[in-house]
Each structure stands twice: as C-alpha cells, then as structure tokens.
C-alpha cells in the first residue's frame, strides 16, 4: 500500500502531551470533505480547520504509532472532514490500534475493515437530511449501504446528529432506514458553540428534553434496530446532565487530534472543539461514557451494539 511522504525527510515526532494514558483518541486525518453540513463542528472559526492537508501520511502514521505506545491508545476513532478522502491512510492507520473505527458520511462508499466498526452519518429522511449535507446525498449513502458485502465482517450503522432544526424527522428517518442492511441505528444530539443562538440548539436543555423521550420511545419501538441506552439518554435529560459536562466530562480521558496550522497535532478543549458549550453538551458519547463510568466500565466503539 503506497503511502505519501515515504520518501522524504524522516518524520518529526509529535507533540508532548505528558505521560497520563489515554485508552481512547480520535484523529481528524483530513479537513477536507466533499460536503458542507451545515451543522459541522470541524468548520467553526475556533477549531484548527483549513481544507487542506498539513501532514503527509507517513508523518502522521509515525507520530500515531508514538502516541498509541507513549499513552497506551488502544480505541482510535478516524474522522474528517471526510477520512476516506485519504483511504490509504485510513486503512493503514487502522492496523495500528486494537479496536479502530471510521465515522464517514458514506458518499466514497462504505470501505471494508472486517470487525471494525463504520458509522456513517445521516441527519435525518432524505429531504431533511439533504437540506442538510446535500442534495442527493440520501439516495448516495442508500447506494452505498445497499451495494456493500454484507458478509464482510464489517459492523455498520447509520449515525443522526439531531439538531432542532431537523428534531422532527427523527420518527421518520428510523421508519425509511429499518429495512437498510445495518447492524443498527445511533442518535447524538448537536452540540452548540458558546452563545450560539441559531435553528441548530436548543436554547435550554429543558426544551431538549420532549425530543430525547421520543429516541427512548424509538428504542421502545425499535430495540434491535435503535441503538441507544435508555440509561443513558436518562442522563441527558435537563434534571440529571449537569452531573456529567465540564470538568465531569467522562470524555476527558480521550485525546483528540486535530492538525494545527504548523503541520502539528493540537489537542482540542473538546472531541466537538475548542469553543463547545458545555452546559448544552448533546454528545451521545459523554453520557454513555458516564454511564460506564458509573458502572466501572469503559466503553469501546462497538459498546452501543451490545448496550
């Protein structure tokens, strides 16, 4: 597998960020995406996020394998922009980790890392998600979905960002994906900028609340198909989620990379970036962390699948 950069200078290592371990990190291999979503966290003015590549692969697959043993990084989660922009890459990086993972917006296809788990984004039925990521990308993921190898080996779901501009299509989109080849269907919710007033967020977690009781009433209707904790979505809820954001973040523990103007890796305030509020954090992920955590257990990629 040819990989750029192979016959340059020899690769510089990465930053120091300390010595704490770090089961769990996520890399931004790529700002670049052949999309625009308009709720992206990637693209807000706070976050390292000019559309260009700033590190060649072989640097980046050097200073991967230097974290992972530096911090003992087991979990790496692959995202852009669009990661399989640099598929070559991807893959690559992926034999670096015990449990790797992709989240794709599924328009390059739906690659094949048997046992690795594939979340590929959709933000609702297809004329609320294209108003969304792009007129005909429902019916290109579908394509996608539907012409991939079943028997591959590669565990696939769809993933909604929920936002309250498209909250009401969330009954819908599970109704038209039900019969889609998939090993199950997650739901997060948006996660605001500070100050962010928009059609995105909600402006309390209390006006969240009647939609994160219609994903448990999915679950319900759906408990092989929606995968989602009741439990945890329990704790999103506006009465208990102020227990698990800012310095209780359970996402803490993860490493996220950004590359920075200088062809660097930058740790981020947050997985969503440097300028989240906290106080409306919607991110699936941090209260099933903290459910977990709750439990004294951690949660992998493939966790939803047998919640």
Not at 141 to 165: C, F, H, N, P, Y
Not at 289 to 307: F, I, K, V
């Amino acid at each position: 597998m040819a990989i750029d950069g192979s016959r340059a200078a020899p690769p510089t290592d990465p930053p120091d960020f300390g010595t704490r371990e770090f089961p769990a990190a996520l890399v931004n291999v790529t700002n670049r995406c052949n999309l625009k979503c308009t709720h992206c966290f990637v693209y807000r003015d706070a976050n390292p996020n000019a559309s260009i590549d700033k590190m060649n692969d072989a640097t980046m697959l050097h200073q991967l394998e230097v974290l992972r043993d530096r911090h003992g990084i087991k979990s790496m989660l692959f995202m852009g922009g669009e990661p399989m922009v640099r598929h070559r890459l991807v893959l690559a990086a992926m034999s670096l980790f015990e449990d790797p993972s992709i989240v794709t917006n599924g328009t390059y296809g739906i690659p094949s890392v048997p046992g690795c788990l594939v979340t590929v984004s959709l933000d609702g039925p297809p004329e609320e998600n294209d108003a969304i990521r792009g007129q005909g990308v429902f019916d290109r993921v579908e394509q996608s979905i539907r012409g991939r190898d079943r028997g591959d080996g590669s565990i696939v779901m769809l993933q909604m960002a929920i936002t309250k501009e498209n909250s009401p299509g969330i009954e819908r989109f599970v109704d038209v994906v039900a019969d889609w080849p998939v090993d199950g269907v997650a739901f997060t919710f948006y996660v605001p900028r500070k100050g962010e007033r928009s059609d995105l967020a909600w402006d309390t977690n209390q006006e969240r609340d009647e939609v994160v009781e219609r994903v448990m009433a999915l679950k319900e209707a759906y408990p092989d198909l929606v995968r989602a904790n009741v439990a945890t979505l329990r704790l999103m809820k506006s009465d208990q989620c102020g227990d698990h954001i800012d310095d209780r973040c359970a996402l803490k523990a993860m490493l996220p990379l950004y590359v920075g103007d200088g062809g660097v890796f930058e740790r981020t305030f947050c997985c969503y970036g440097n300028d989240v509020d906290c106080n409306r954090c919607g991110a699936y992920a941090v209260f099933n962390a903290a459910r977990h955590r709750q439990q004294g257990s951690t949660p992998g990629p493939t966790t939803p699948l047998r919640d």
